[in-house]
């Protein structure tokens, strides 16, 4: 980046108006934020007129990539007829139809405006339902920036305490002692000591909030048994199953939840179901969902949001989840096994000290030859940390956007050459930061 970048000028002007320079964290990068132009398809230009593979779909949001046609038109004919009203409108209700069709366990659905959104009112949903103060989450697992969700989501070697008793470790400054107090960690995929952790709050635990495929705990799959533990330690102690399908309802027709054998209560939504417009839900089983029904007395939650449901998010998002078929599912969960495949022998034929996990539409790189099975595996020391972001800077300059930890999330535009130029450009960013690799000696 040259010093005369209108990227450069822009980022002073940013610094002196915005913390940072930034509005969000994730777009931070040196020596400044890459500015974006105009994308279309699988495809985004910057203000540079530098044109990327675009695997990062705004945190794995886009679905159908950018400026896809049928949204582009159904929104700006709803925009023609306004943006927002004191009124309930007809989409919400077509679109809580569509949703509660598509998956088996949601009967009800209320629509709100992010994915933190979401995960907060999943968790006060619970806490209404059953009386109970306490949530139980997993190590390292990202959920937003709720005071409770967010517990030990930066845990380090240093905070995170035994294994047997992950800490809760606060993310924000200033975080109270009693939120701390009332968020049980749990490690990942290790049902008998979360089954251990959860015994000891029995009474107290309103919900387990378990994300199917955590991103920050290394986006490996929750295991069926880890699943099922959960679900029946639930059942036992009169407790909720909450899934964060933010991210990972983008992997099955109804979402990841699909591949389970159990369903969860409340499932929070976010991301792709905005079809590129902010928004989240939560849905559910009809009986905890009816916490939220202004008509039953005594409320028990009360519930309100301006932008909540408004017609421009409906429309986007039922036109984009209506072209995210079936069989658009299976098709973008073929490229994204032929993404993981590819990778894979990338990391062989480049004899690379790497890993790579994911699902459905989703990988992630690891600077580790065996992938990780839990937050503290997924961690990495600041060598390792340093190989990652120069594999992340090299697919950059050779025209890949990734998402910052070193994952893709696929779009439908794109095809099997698309996935062959991103493996491709991998390998060649494998190769260049080869010497690193050899210097940290992994
Ligand atoms: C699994 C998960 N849950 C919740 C969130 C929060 O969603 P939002 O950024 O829309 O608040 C995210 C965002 O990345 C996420 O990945």
Redesign the pocket.
Same mark, same amino acid.
């Given at each position: 980046m040259n010093a005369s970048s209108k990227s450069e000028s822009l980022y002073r002007r940013a610094q002196a108006v915005l913390p940072g320079g930034v509005s969000r964290n994730a777009v931070l990068r040196a020596p400044c934020p890459i500015y974006a132009s105009h994308g279309r398809g699988c495809r985004v230009t910057d203000i540079e007129g530098v044109e990327r593979l675009d695997v990062a779909n705004n945190?794995a949001s886009l679905i159908h990539g950018h400026a896809y046609a049928p949204v582009v038109e159904a929104v700006t004919e709803q925009l023609r007829h306004g943006s927002a009203w004191n009124m309930a409108t007809e989409v919400e209700v077509e679109y809580a139809e569509a949703m509660t069709r598509r998956v088996p366990g949601f009967d009800r659905i209320r629509f709100v405006n992010? #994915?933190?959104?979401a995960?907060l009112c999943a968790l006060k949903a619970a806490r209404a339902y059953t009386g109970r103060p306490k949530i139980a989450k997993v190590e390292g697992a990202?959920?937003?920036?709720y005071d409770y969700a967010e517990v030990s989501q930066t845990a380090t070697p240093t905070d995170w305490g035994a294994p047997e008793h992950p800490a809760s470790v606060p993310v924000c400054s200033g975080t109270p002692r009693g939120v701390l107090d009332d968020v049980i960690v749990i490690p990942f995929n290790d049902p008998a000591m979360a089954m251990a952790l959860l015994d000891e709050h029995a009474e107290q635990l309103a919900c387990v909030l378990v @994300?199917p495929l955590p991103?920050r705990v290394g986006m490996i799959p929750a295991s069926d048994e880890f699943v099922d533990a959960i679900h029946a330690w639930t059942r036992r102690n009169d407790s909720l199953l909450v899934f @964060?399908e933010?991210?990972t309802f983008r992997i099955g027709y109804a979402g990841a939840q699909e591949r389970y054998r159990v369903r969860p209560d409340i499932t929070?939504l #976010?991301?792709i179901i905005g079809g590129g417009f902010p928004v989240?839900a939560l849905a559910g089983r009809a009986e905890v969902m009816d916490v939220l029904d202004p008509l039953r007395k005594p409320l028990l939650f009360p519930h309100s949001g301006t932008f909540s449901a408004n017609p421009v998010t409906m429309t986007a998002g039922l036109t984009a989840m209506r072209y995210f078929d079936r069989a658009a599912v299976g098709q973008l969960n073929a490229l994204g096994d032929r993404a993981r495949r590819q990778i894979a022998e990338a990391i062989v034929g480049e004899q690379m000290p790497l890993s790579v996990t994911g699902a459905g539409s989703m990988f992630r790189i690891h600077p580790t030859r065996l992938a990780p099975a839990n937050y503290r595996e997924a961690f990495h020391p600041p060598a390792l940390a340093a190989l990652k972001q120069r594999i992340v800077e090299g697919a950059l300059e050779r025209g890949v956007l990734l998402i910052e930890s070193c994952s893709g999330a696929l779009s439908t535009p794109m095809i099997e050459s698309d996935i062959d130029e991103i493996t491709d450009v991998l390998a060649a960013s494998f190769r260049a930061a080869r010497p690193l690799a050899e210097i940290i000696g992994t």
């Open positions: 945190m992010s #994915g933190t959104e995960i990202y959920h937003g920036v @994300d991103h @964060d933010v991210i929070a #976010g991301k989240g």
